[in-house]
């Protein structure tokens, strides 16, 4: 038989397509050929192949061959396909079984002694062959990373030699084991001094999903608020947490299989591109907002972001979902994070506060704030103060606020009350859902009504304002939404009132 097919995996955003590598040898002057949308890493797999097959004391067919990675019009890159190549010229000579490759799949890039190395996308490739029912073989240092999927069967090859000794019946490869899980242990809210208000609206966005902006001085405590965020929400689900891992394993920044379980926290610094946010490049990679995907995007210095930054930002917001579209091709990133922007009050930092230092114009207050547009204020439903601390309040005998485990147990048993109620976080909750879970007395939607009028407040602000009292009537345990839990979450848009 000079034909051989194996099965493999491609990588487009965050799935993993499958690949069928279609190895045939003929008569002629010996050559190799790849085809099938190859990109440069691809093609050169030929001279990797040849010296792997022969350090592993294989015979390199002197004939005509030709591989064929089908589907043609799907774009491969990378070394992933460098083990079935070589298994399929392997099989198509007739020096390894050739039934031996029904239900594997094979991913791994061969180095010229044989061995075999990592490559990255390795989960969604687990996951994918898991649903295809078939056992896939990767290399040691993807071992961990593709254990993490517990519905297949992963196994592990060190070298050439190790796979074809499976395909002969002389070996059976090991099992990947999962790394060791570590526990979560993040900076704990009791280090927080004072804030009460701060500290309450960071609980009523870890219990609604809700994103948040604090705008105070410098030094008050806005990152430190920022970075307690992640302790106190929900621990992610295992389906979460798989998603989340998917997203870093094709970011090509390396996934941590001992930290899988923990929400991503991503806080890139205000020069970052709307690329380095969003994702893109000419082979789209993930940006920062789909690498904190079921976690949280902290954006320091809100207004010093570019506005191309800032606006890119809008979308995602709304949707959940990044799509990077080029000439050829599409590719779709999730981006269901959980915003939060911190900023001063004015250029110099200091408008508002007691002292009196700010010397800033209110032309240059309003020019500062302008920065951050109406459309994306529009789409944070929390803007708290965080006003400058005495200095008795920071003193080591301070009474400490309440600690990470305490308030986090509050968020769970109210963002239950929500997915009971809804099936999902409150700030997620659609039109439709909001008009049948979160009814209004008549006097609360005169209420309502007349601060929206008051602050000129858009359609898309009274249902944000009326999704957070729904979260502080769950974190209060009331069944309905009542007059002071829609007056608590009128009084956090801020920001409204301060451009007004």
Known sequence: MNLALVHGRARSGVRAPAVRVEVHLAGGLPAMSIVGLPEAAVREAKDRVRAAIQCAQFEFPARRITVNLAPADLPKDGGRFDLPIALGILAASGQVPLDALDGLEFLGELGLTGELRAVDGVLPAALAAADAGRILVVPPGNGAEAALCSRGEVRVARTLLEACALLQGRKALPRAEAAAVEASVG?????????????????????????????????????LLASRLPGILPEATEPEALEAAAVASVSGRGLDPARWRQRPYRAPHHTASAVALVGGGAEPRPGEVSLAHNGVLFLDEFPEWSRQALEVLREPLESGVVTIARAARSSEFPAN?????????????????????????????????????GPLLDRIDLHVEVPRLPPSALRADAPAGESSATVRTRVVTARQRALARAGR????????????????????????????????????SMQRIVRVARTIADLAGSEGIETPHLSEAIGYRRMDRALD
């Not at 250029?347 to 007691?354: H, K, M, S, T």
Request: charged share 25%; hydrophobic share 40%; net charge positive.
């Open 187 to 223: 900076p704990d809210l009791a280090d927080v001094r004072g804030q009460p208000h701060a500290r309450r609206a960071l609980e009523v966005a870890a219990a609604g999903g809700h994103h948040l902006l604090l705008v105070g001085p410098p030094g008050c405590g806005k990152t």
């Open 425 to 460: 976080p409150n700030a997620m909750l659609d039109p439709s859902r909001l008009a049948a879970t979160c009814r209004l007395a008549l006097a609360d939607q005169d209420l309502l009504e007349r601060a929206v009028e008051a602050l000129r407040l858009s359609a898309r």
């Open 337 to 373: 994070f959980q915003l939060i922007a911190a900023m001063n009050p004015c250029p110099c930092g200091w408008a508002g506060d007691e002292s009196g230092r700010c010397r800033c114009s209110p032309d240059a207050v309003r020019r500062y704030r302008a920065k951050v547009s």
